[in-house]
């Protein structure tokens, strides 16, 4: 649903199932209940599950009993039993629905079955959209997970590594060849990528023709703004789209003709994606959707501002329909129209960013509060991914994967001793001289580990665990440091209740926030030939930084100390033109000073499918 819980493809065919699961939500957002066995409950009093505890089997039995039901078999002896035997009463229950799904077997509900009413079609066309944008499985969802959008933005980049360390991390060369750009036209996570973006843009399709179809016979008031939704979550997918392939094909169907499906120039592409988004805009609701409420987790006015401002930043290098050239279109000449005016692309960023504070967007007081375990109530973060480990499958692996294993395990949680921060990074953090920014102890664990009671970590021989950050590498098999080298992820509050090796947290994953607006504003003032000190040492004040003026280096510089690990480094090394220079471990390929690389191949086995499909040049 629109709070990121999980639906199956048999929920998905039956939708009258998820009142469960949304009731739990429920509970939780509106009549802050907070008892996970409450909670559970709720969740299965529908289906039912292995290893029911007492609550649960009550508060099904009672469901499956009460006054209003008549169809059910043998009803009396049912309702005898639940005052008798509450297990014979389960046996019972499941026996006869068993027998009844024998006799009467319905794997799939009639299309009309499902959109009668407007909640219907927002739960089906809507709601259910928002299932995808978090994930469990490799390059599913758009961050959390491993192997998709998120690692494609952050290990390319001379932010992240993970290294080689003896057998672990290698994995066939693939953790290598991102950091290296060396990735090829086969590359299974790109493919995975790819299939996954144009998953949701299909969807969002087949919803808006439900949409259409209701909206036939029907008048609610609600349409508009559903059917604004669903087209601000094409648009946002087609953004990443953009992003990562360049000239991808524009698909408005649910199910177009082959024929149809052929690639337009990426600057059409950024066109069609910045009109939808100006388009709905106006139809969505000003609700900050990063908190608890009937908008949690959904896309809101501010999510569609953000995404506005974020694309005309982009602007030079997403009209720029030959990116190997070494030309690029000048921002100044880029222009919009925007409320009536026309803009640049740079004083689009600043109106959008400007709308941002209009809507009562602000920093923090505390760096720290847009992770913590329960970040909910963020004055600062705009889009977000939401977490609960009960009602919820969403994961966060990338704290997980990075901890050293003895680490992990002192939290009561696992690890994978995997990702470090590169040389570059520690650099840019100054670490450990003198000057070293204040945020590098929140986003990083490095030097002596202790517990969350204080105790010192120690490894397996009984020695203390240090993190050393200079000697990472991008192979560091049979050197001293093979176990310990790099500085890992922290950021995040570490959750002690998380379940699932600590994959299953409680804080949500922040997509967009408002500091990544004001850097933006700076960036585009600078680029305007305005002075941009005040927004970027806004972000540098709340953390006690010492100030800086506002040139370009220093802008890139602070996006990333302020939005390290958040998945923006790729973007950013693009937009000023350094993605491809040559940087620790890794040389600059042959031929890539002509920008080949800034945009992934398309995938060859999709190239296969569709020999309209034009590689990108380069590959």
């Not at 509970?27 to 969740?43: G, P």
């Not at 176990?483 to 570490?494: D, F, H, L, P, S």
């Not at 926030?513 to 540098?540: C, F, I, P, T, W």
Request: with cysteine.
């Amino acid at each position: 649903s629109q709070h990121h819980i999980p639906v199956s493809e048999f929920e998905q065919e039956h939708p009258f199932l998820l009142h469960a699961k949304l009731g739990a939500y429920v509970a939780k957002a509106k009549y802050d209940v907070t008892d996970e066995n409450i909670l559970s409950a709720i969740t299965w009093h529908t289906t039912g599950k292995p290893d029911m505890t007492l609550l649960e089997k009550i508060v099904y039995i009672a469901d499956y009993i009460e006054p209003k039901r008549d169809k059910a078999p043998n009803l009396a002896i049912v309702r005898k039993l639940a005052f008798q035997d509450l297990d014979e009463c389960m046996y019972k229950i499941l026996g006869d629905t068993l027998a009844y799904l024998e006799e009467n077997p319905k794997d799939k509900l009639p299309e009309d079955d499902v959109y009668n009413s407007i909640s219907e079609v927002y739960l089906n066309a809507v709601a259910s959209l928002y299932t995808y944008v978090g994930g469990y499985s490799d390059s599913q969802g758009l961050q959390g997970t491993g192997r998709g959008v998120y690692d494609l933005n952050t290990f390319t980049t001379d932010e992240a590594i993970i290294p080689t360390r003896g057998g672990d991390w290698y994995d066939g060369g693939f953790w290598q060849g991102l950091f290296l750009h060396d990735w090829g036209i086969e590359n299974d996570a790109i493919q995975a990528t790819w299939e996954y973006l144009y998953k949701v843009v299909m969807l969002s399709n087949k919803s808006l023709e439900r949409i259409d179809k209701f909206a036939e016979t029907h008048s609610d008031a609600e349409l508009p703004a559903y059917r604004a939704e669903v087209r601000a979550m094409r648009a946002m997918y087609y953004y990443y789209l953009l992003d990562l392939f360049g000239r991808v094909p524009l698909v408005q169907s649910s199910s177009p003709a082959m024929k149809d499906v052929v690639q337009s120039e990426r600057k059409t592409v950024f066109e069609f994606i910045f009109k939808e988004l100006q388009e709905v805009a106006p139809l969505l609701s000003e609700v900050h959707s990063n908190q608890s409420g009937p908008y949690y987790g959904r896309i809101t006015r501010p999510v569609v501002t953000f995404l506005l401002a974020k694309l005309a930043l982009n602007a030079e290098v997403y009209t720029d329909n030959d990116w190997t050239d070494n030309e690029r279109p000048d921002g100044k000449n880029i222009k919009f129209m925007v409320d009536g005016n026309e803009l640049n692309a740079w004083e689009t960023v600043i109106y959008y960013c400007d709308q941002l504070k209009v809507m009562n967007y602000k920093l923090e007081p505390e760096y720290e509060t847009n992770f913590s375990i329960f970040n909910e109530p963020s004055v600062e973060n705009i889009f977000t991914i939401p977490m609960n480990k009960t009602l919820y499958t969403n994961q966060m692996q990338y704290l997980f994967r990075s901890r050293h294993y003895n680490h992990a395990k002192a939290y009561g949680l696992s690890g994978e001793n995997g990702p470090s921060a590169t040389i570059e990074a520690l650099e840019t953090f100054g670490y450990g001289t003198a000057a070293q920014d204040p945020r590098f102890d929140i986003c990083y664990f490095a030097g002596e580990m202790y517990d969350l009671k204080g105790d010192i970590i120690k490894l397996d021989d009984g020695t203390v665990l240090v993190y050393f950050p200079w000697e990472v590498a991008l192979d560091i098999t049979d050197t001293p440091y093979e176990q310990t080298a790099g500085a890992r992820m922290k950021k995040y509050e570490v959750d002690p209740t998380a379940t699932k090796d600590g994959k299953l947290m409680e804080n949500d994953i922040v997509l967009f926030r408002y500091a990544d607006a004001l850097l933006m504003k700076s960036e585009a003032k600078v680029r305007n030939g305005e002075n941009g000190d005040v927004e970027l040492n806004q972000v540098r004040s709340r953390v006690k930084a010492a100030r800086r003026p506002a040139t370009l280096e220093n802008i890139l510089s602070e996006r990333q100390l302020e939005l390290a690990w958040e998945g923006w480094r790729r973007q950013d090394l693009i937009r000023f033109g350094m993605f491809t220079r040559a940087y620790n471990s890794r040389p600059q390929l042959p031929n890539e000073e002509t920008g080949y690389t800034t945009v992934f191949p398309i995938p060859e086995k999709i190239r296969v499918m569709n020999t309209k499909l034009v590689q990108n040049p380069g590959y």
